[in-house]
């Protein structure tokens, strides 16, 4: 457990989540550790790893699933299941979590602000700020602080998405351009 503590410190939640399955693995302390279970589930969705999670949620012993902070975990887990950003703020913010999960929601509300965002910027062009502003569940200010902060722009009640600049290309070596020649040029002579 102690691999688990100073990878949570450091903010390495997947390295996290793999550190609790090998406690997994090596069996007596997850047996009796329902905290552990906890930890593993919000750290791989946290990382992204949703189906991770699930099956971590499906691995879980019967008579851990039965508490509180487990129960609230679970709900958070089916909402980014579903992809219901609506109700994951609901549920994440309907519980009082035990101090080891409070640090662990507050990384993963940042994480699914950050994929929301990075979603709407591919999905839209035009997005009511109404809207933008329920899907983070925040505020109207904090909805034009989003928008600055993205470098979209604000039209009255819209916010113009301007799309992430795409990753340029690698270009190829001049070597492979003249191989790819040669054998073009073969092709078209041997017709």
């Not at 999905?123 to 569940?137: E, F, P, R, V």
């Not at 916010?159 to 270009?171: D, N």
């Not at 070597?175 to 040029?185: E, F, Q, R």
Request: with cysteine; net charge negative.
């Amino acid at each position: 457990m102690d691999e688990v503590r100073r990878r949570l410190a450091a903010g390495q939640y997947a390295q996290a989540a793999r550190a609790c399955e090998d406690v997994e693995i090596d069996g007596a302390e997850a047996s009796q550790n329902e905290a552990l279970w906890e930890v593993q589930i919000a750290c791989k969705l946290i990382a992204g790893d949703t189906d991770g999670a699930r099956f971590s949620w499906k691995r879980m012993p019967d008579r851990f699933r039965q508490g509180p902070q487990v129960q609230a975990l679970g709900k958070v887990l089916e909402t980014l299941w579903r992809r219901d950003f609506a109700a994951f703020h609901r549920e994440k913010g309907g519980h009082p979590w035990c101090q080891t999960l409070q640090p662990l929601m507050a990384a993963l509300s940042q994480e699914v602000h950050a994929q929301i965002e990075a979603e709407i910027q591919q999905a839209y062009s035009t997005i009511a700020l109404q809207d933008l502003c329920a899907l983070l569940a925040i505020s109207r200010e904090e909805g034009i602080q989003v928008v600055e902060r993205n470098g979209w722009t604000l039209d009255g009640d819209f916010a113009h998405v301007v799309e992430a600049p795409a990753q340029a290309e690698a270009a190829l070596p001049e070597n492979a351009i003249h191989s790819l020649t040669k054998y073009v040029v073969h092709l078209d002579s041997s017709k």
